[in-house]
């Protein structure tokens, strides 16, 4: 089955500067790569998604890049805020593993005013 | 704001107790799934229900119950369960499952603590 690691587990960062998380998958027939991010005591929400057909997509301050080649894709935040102080999960799935989410083991970020 | 609501926010039950957890969608989604997620770790997948049908379960416990009343509504059934069941149940819904790259919309939980 798929496998997803994301690194770092930790990210500390100064209100302004970028941010960025690292995920890999194994799995060469997925296709799809959400970006989660959950606040204290809340649900995951959506931030952004990527398919395997972009190699950049951008919202905003965030952006999410893919390497099909190498299996990987990362999330970028730039001009931090407090508010983005979060946990953050990368996800993958395809219709070759029943198109289930496998989520990576989560990065908590805290931007420091 | 969240499309997908969940009641109750909270719910403390003792081992031989029978509870539910209940989940609401009006997006016209027809997969709707049911997640565990423990302290500092991802969601765990635990049902899904696609078009009122259960699809996957994850070798779920029996003492966890799925139900899908209808396209809009799905329940968790909770009985004799065990503190270390103890965790956030994540209610989440997408379009369908019939295609890769539907978005998944999670609600914001049901924190359940077992005494």
């Known amino acids: 089955g798929e496998n997803v690691e994301q690194h770092p587990s930790t990210l500390s960062v100064q209100e302004g500067d970028s941010a960025v998380i690292k995920c890999t998958y194994s799995?060469?027939?997925?296709?799809?790569f959400p970006w989660y991010k959950q606040e204290l005591g809340k649900g995951p929400q959506l931030i952004i998604d990527?398919?395997?057909?972009?190699g950049e997509k951008k919202d905003q301050r965030i952006a999410v890049t893919l390497n099909k080649t190498a299996k990987h894709f990362s999330l970028h935040i730039t001009e931090t805020q407090p508010e983005d102080s979060a946990v953050y999960f990368c996800?993958?799935?395809?219709?070759?593993?029943?198109?289930?989410?496998?989520f990576g083991g989560g990065t908590r970020v805290l931007v420091k005013p | 704001d969240t499309e997908v609501t969940q009641t109750p926010k909270h719910l403390v039950m003792g081992m031989t107790n029978k509870k539910s957890l209940k989940c609401e969608q009006h997006?016209?989604?027809?997969?709707m799934y049911w997640y565990k997620q423990k302290a500092k770790k991802p969601p765990e997948l635990m049902f899904v229900?696609?078009?009122?049908?259960?699809?996957i379960n994850e070798s779920v416990p029996s003492r966890f119950s799925p139900e899908c009343p209808n396209s809009s509504l799905l329940n968790l059934h909770l009985h004799a369960l065990q503190p270390e069941d103890s965790a956030l149940y994540l209610c989440?819904?997408?379009?369908?499952?019939?295609?890769?790259?539907?978005?998944?919309?999670f609600g914001e939980g049901s924190w359940l603590t077992v005494v």
């Open positions: 799995d060469s027939a997925s296709n799809y």
């Open positions: 990527i398919r395997s057909n972009v």
């Open positions: 996800a993958a799935s395809g219709r070759a593993a029943g198109n289930k989410l496998t």
């Open positions: 997006m016209g989604h027809r997969a």
């Open positions: 989440a819904s997408s379009r369908d499952r019939g295609f890769s790259g539907n978005t998944i919309y």
């Open positions: 229900y696609s078009y009122e049908k259960l699809s």
